[in-house]
């Protein structure tokens, strides 16, 4: 079947959008099957405008045409794998334009209940213990939660955080203030993890509410700074993180013990990163280490004592892969992976997923392929979009180099090993 002849493709950057990555597969998977736009558009029912489109990162396919290519371009699943971050794409869209649904992310939605926090009289935000053995089974639950969250990802525990949240919440509310923030902060981060980026926000919006009602200017700056402001740089709004890392950090003044001030300007530096600042990005880091230095596990907040040296790591690399500087980027994330936990599976997963991406940007084809199959290891056991979606950026990396034996031998790996991803609720 020939070719069409004339105007040269426009050239695509995987990296650079969903739509940039969905468009040079289906360009890929379309020329490997030496068809024209016009041919696949025949065969798939749509006028070749439409593929043209789509393959030029102007138009986000519908379901219904990403299972035909899928089929018609023998795609062996591999365009299917990618309906869940295409729906993800169309609800982050969806909130940009304003559209006033409840089941997307929204920026704006964040600036008054921040507002509210930061104008809240705060306390000393330490709560009596409760003699109450509700409060006590529901503090043991949301530790195991955590711990089980860390090792098979959010797909297998939110439905079980979900029924506690609908049953306890408003008596814990009451009662145990701390630990209502607790299930509603873990429910944000699953939620996060599911792909459900509008239901995080509502989540960690609630959890910010309480706080600010209980007076804890701590764990309120630590909402703002830390989970709202992540969520705001997952769905691409860095200026926001920033705005909202800097609140927080504004907030805590005067509150923040050495570790929570650390855990906050490090959310500062990766917005700063990602804004291309590396002047600010180095400082705040700096802020950082001499942060963590200083801190004292027995003087920190039981809710921060995760955060160390191997979490550290983890957010330098990615400051340093969207800097630019890929050998730092693979050197942090060599640091992160040495000191992590081996229960932190998708933390494990996620970081040598990046390591895969920093090595392929630095040229570095071969290892980049080893540690890919390395990270599609660690994610084939995990029910959780999070990672999977990692691992998307990261075949999106490999993908220019698609005629490659080994690349194409890790997207088929990827194909038949991992879990099918959770569709964005």
Sequence with gaps: ????????????????????????????????????????????????????RIETAERLPSRELVERC?????????????????????????????????????????????????????????????????????????????????????GATYPMLAATLHGRLPSLATTAPHV?????????????????????????LHALDLMTRFGNRLYGGYLVAV???????????????????????QGTEGHATPAVRAALRTVLARAHA?????????????????????????????????????????????????????????RETNMALHLLPPDRVRRISIDTALQAAALTRAGRLDQACVTARHAIDHAAGLASFRTTHRIVLMLAELQPHANLPEVREVADYACATLQPLVTPA
């Design 274 to 330: 990602r804004l291309g600042d590396e002047a600010a990005c180095a400082a705040a880091l700096l802020h950082v280490e001499a942060d963590l230095a200083r801190s004292r596990p027995g003087d920190e907040p039981e809710w921060i004592t995760y955060f160390g040296e191997a979490d550290l790591a983890d957010e330098k690399a990615h400051c340093f892969f969207d800097l630019g500087m890929y050998d730092l980027a693979y």
């Design 70 to 154: 899928d089929q018609v371009l023998n795609g062996g699943g591999s365009l299917l794998r990618l309906l869940p971050v295409i729906e993800r794409e169309r609800l982050l869209r969806s909130g940009r334009n304003g559209e006033p649904q409840s089941t997307v992310f929204r920026s704006a939605a964040m600036d008054r209940p921040v507002l509210d926090w930061l104008l809240a009289t705060p306390s000393s935000g330490r709560c009596p213990p409760v003699e109450d053995d509700a409060v006590t089974r529901a503090a043991a639950t949301l530790e195991q939660l955590r711990s089980q969250d860390h090792v098979r990802g959010a």
């Design 180 to 204: 209502a923030t607790g299930m509603l902060e873990l429910a944000g981060y699953e939620a996060v993890d599911l792909g459900a980026d509008g239901l995080a926000q509502r989540h960690y």
């Design 1 to 52: 079947m020939a070719i069409q002849v004339g105007q040269a493709p426009k050239p695509l950057l995987p990296t650079r959008s969903v739509l940039d990555y969905v468009g040079a597969h289906i360009r890929y998977l379309r020329t490997r099957c030496g068809l024209s736009q016009a041919e696949l558009g025949a065969r798939i029912f749509v006028h070749r405008d439409l593929v043209r």
């Design 227 to 249: 989970s709202l402001a992540h969520l705001a740089l997952h769905c691409g709004d860095p200026r926001q993180a920033l705005r909202l890392a800097t609140a927080g950090l």
